[in-house]
């Protein structure tokens, strides 16, 4: 007969012993990284701080009369409100924000064409001499404005002459809006051709090897495969077109005369003879960049990602 054996009672679990040093230098890690993020916090505030006092002075000031617009009181809020400010620099600047428009969106949305075909032809449509083309292309990006003055103007004061000769219309180029459209159009080439580029060579290479199995020339493939996945590179450079041209200051009071002067010029010319309207300044400076804000905040969120598209190939 056999015996009946018992199990053996497990043995209870020792406990592990914790060194009263680790709760410690825990708790003096926590404390470190709250003091940390509490210095981040507090020197990202001074910062946002800074950045809000000329916006402060900007919506203070364009609600003053004129009698109270003084530079002494800058930081003092109005005694009494008032919209006139706003109502002059809105008639000042209507007509220039009328012009700035004909330039800035017909101008941004060119230069996205043409610079998403000049990109996906160099990114994709490899030929000889492609990178010494590319080369070439970006040193157009470092020609400083003040160093095509003269030869600009020359050139659209013959293209006006031509323009006169073929159909009779008189400053058509120089002097007027498509002449200073013609211009940023150009000088935007490089710029927007480097963002496309770079862009499109991070698209699959399978993507496009698949379009030319299936027949699809290069035409084809661009309008088809690449264009609807170009969302992102389309949104960084109409805002950064838009920006530059809406901006701008120099071609503008060279390139184009008091009917067809844009927003800044306009702005530039907002000033009294015997004294200085600083309450319709600043409600004009708002005005003008509204338009710039807009149009950031709609396609803002595409912006990082088009830029940073590319940074690791290409």
């Not at 220039?96 to 060119?110: E, R």
């Not at 003879?273 to 708002?286: D, E, F, G, N, R």
């Amino acid at each position: 007969m056999t015996a009946a054996t018992t199990p053996a009672t497990p043995a209870a679990p020792v406990p592990p012993v914790r060194d009263g040093r680790d709760g410690r230098d825990g708790g003096r890690a926590r404390t470190r990284a709250g003091w940390a993020r509490g210095v981040r916090l507090a020197l990202l505030l001074a910062f946002l701080v800074v950045f809000l006092i000329p916006i402060y002075v900007l919506l203070v000031t364009s609600f003053k009369p004129l009698t109270e617009a003084d530079p002494s009181r800058a930081w003092a809020l109005p005694e009494v409100w008032t919209f006139e400010p706003w109502r002059v620099a809105w008639e000042k600047l209507a007509p220039g924000i009328v012009n700035s428009v004909l330039l800035a969106v017909p101008g941004a949305l060119i230069s996205a064409a043409l610079g998403s075909m000049n990109g996906y032809v160099l990114a994709r449509w490899r030929f000889p001499g492609a990178d010494v083309l590319f080369t070439l292309l970006l040193f157009g990006m470092f020609i400083p404005y003040q160093g095509v003055m003269i030869p600009l103007v020359q050139l659209l004061v013959k293209l006006n002459e031509i323009t006169e000769a073929v159909t009779g219309a008189q400053g058509v180029f120089y002097g007027a809006i498509p002449g200073l459209l013609l211009a940023h159009v150009v000088y935007g080439i490089p710029i927007c051709t480097l963002i496309f580029r770079n862009y499109y060579v991070t698209v699959p290479e399978e993507l496009i090897e698949a379009a030319r199995v299936d027949g699809a020339g290069m035409l084809r493939t661009y309008r088809s495969v690449v264009l609807p996945v170009s969302g992102p590179a389309f949104a960084v450079v109409v805002i950064w077109q838009f920006t530059s041209m809406w901006n701008d200051f120099l071609f503008a009071v060279f390139l184009t005369g008091p009917q067809s002067w844009p927003t800044t010029v306009m702005l530039n010319n907002i000033a009294g003879a015997q004294t200085v309207p600083y309450s319709q300044q600043m409600a004009a400076a708002l005005l003008a960049s509204i338009p710039t804000m807009v149009v950031y905040v709609l396609l803002g969120r595409f912006f990082m990602r088009g830029l940073m598209a590319g940074a690791l190939k290409g």
